[in-house]
């Protein structure tokens, strides 16, 4: 086919009269005709099924990696339940070694004592009400005593070398002369609420 002589004939097109136009001249209508159809079907319906396919694609990548981590973390529940079974049993008998009853006298006499044998004086001593938690009660006491750092230290020594577990807080120190600190302190033993701790 002349590429010259199809030039030639396209511009001699008779629009009215497309049935009589020359072989070459529907040969190039017929192939564009056919590109034009193949850019609308892309457009139209291939691109969409395209796009749904990458969609596809990165679920199913994201599916795969979901799969995997679900996977290690199947492998690793029998540990993590050994691992709980034994946690329950320690804190099951930490919360044992809690006293169930108020001991608030033997408390009062510790701290007393504690305080006396660093050559504390005590400017304040008021036990205060219980306070109940979640499966367990606060049993606190207000103090404020008056001595030297070293005896302060000394102090706060023997109390955390009482065989109960004893906290200290709201701490605040004060210079009250040379060589002569105030400590404003709240010390908290606890108890055991055995009718709130269910073991599961």
């Known amino acids: 086919m002349d590429f010259r002589q199809t030039i030639e004939d396209l511009k001699a097109i008779d629009l009215n009269n497309l049935a009589a136009s020359p072989y070459s001249v529907k040969v190039v209508g017929v192939g564009a005709s056919c590109v034009l159809l193949?850019?609308?079907g892309y457009f139209f319906f291939i691109r969409g099924q395209i796009q749904t396919y990458e969609a596809l694609r990165a679920q199913e990548a994201a599916l795969k990696q979901q799969f995997v981590q679900q996977k290690m973390e199947a492998a690793q529940l029998p540990a993590y339940q050994q691992q709980m079974k034994k946690m329950k049993v320690l804190f099951g008998g930490l919360l044992q070694e809690l006293?169930?009853?108020?001991?608030?006298?033997e408390f009062v006499t510790e701290v007393t004592q504690a305080g006396k044998s660093s050559g504390?004086?005590?400017?304040?001593?008021?036990?205060?009400?219980?306070?109940?938690?979640?499966?367990?009660a606060e049993l606190p006491i207000a103090l404020t005593v008056g001595g030297t750092y070293a005896q302060l230290g000394h102090f706060v020594g023997d109390i955390a070398a009482l065989p109960r577990i004893v906290t200290l807080g709201n701490v605040k120190v004060v210079e009250?002369?040379?060589?002569?600190?105030?400590?404003?302190?709240?010390?908290?033993?606890?108890?055991?609420?055995?009718?709130?701790?269910?073991?599961?």
Request: no cysteine.
């Open 38 to 40: 193949l850019v609308l």
């Open 99 to 105: 006293p169930n009853t108020t001991h608030m006298p």
């Open 120 to 136: 504390l004086e005590f400017e304040l001593f008021k036990p205060e009400k219980e306070v109940p938690k979640d499966f367990y």
């Open 176 to 200: 009250k002369k040379a060589n002569y600190l105030s400590m404003s302190v709240t010390a908290k033993t606890y108890r055991y609420l055995k009718h709130r701790y269910v073991k599961k």
